[in-house]
Nanobody, 123 residues
Framework: QVQVVESGGGLVQAGGSLRLSCQAS????????MGWYRQVPVKQRELVAA???????NYADSVKGRFTISRDNAKNTVYLQMNSLKPEDTAVYYC?????????????????WGQGTPVTVSS
């Protein structure tokens, strides 16, 4: 079994900072890309930032220059440092990990989501 658990969300004033963490655990052979998404009611989940196993990164235009994604491969953990937060960053933030694990025929790659952590930015 594999678990993906996020932490670090909360309430912050505009201009403030938060750091989200997401750790994957369980029967993990390797982890490919890890990413952060966010969702607000009545809108689709959107990509915020992603990072490959080699450290390559990709950001949504709305967060470039304010958010930084990083990972610790030894800990199977991805982080999202969020600075200069704006009220429009308010959302539930989800972690996604592309995890290779054993199955009955060998190794397969599966997408796992965390339970989500809410971030609220007050004006």
């Amino acid at each position: 079994q594999v678990q993906v658990v996020e932490s670090g969300g909360g309430l912050v004033q505009a201009g403030g900072s938060l750091r989200l963490s997401c750790q994957a655990s369980g029967d993990i052979f390797a982890i490919n890309a890890m990413g952060w998404y966010r969702q607000v009611p009545v809108k689709q989940r959107e990509l915020v930032a992603a990072i490959t196993s080699g450290g390559g990164t990709n950001y949504a235009d709305s967060v470039k220059g304010r958010f930084t994604i990083s990972r610790d491969n030894a800990k199977n953990t991805v982080y999202l440092q969020m600075n200069s937060l704006k009220p429009e960053d308010t959302a539930v933030y989800y972690c996604n990990s592309e995890i290779k694990r054993r199955n009955v025929i060998g190794i397969g790659t599966y997408s796992y989501w965390g339970q989500g952590t809410p971030v609220t930015v007050s004006s």
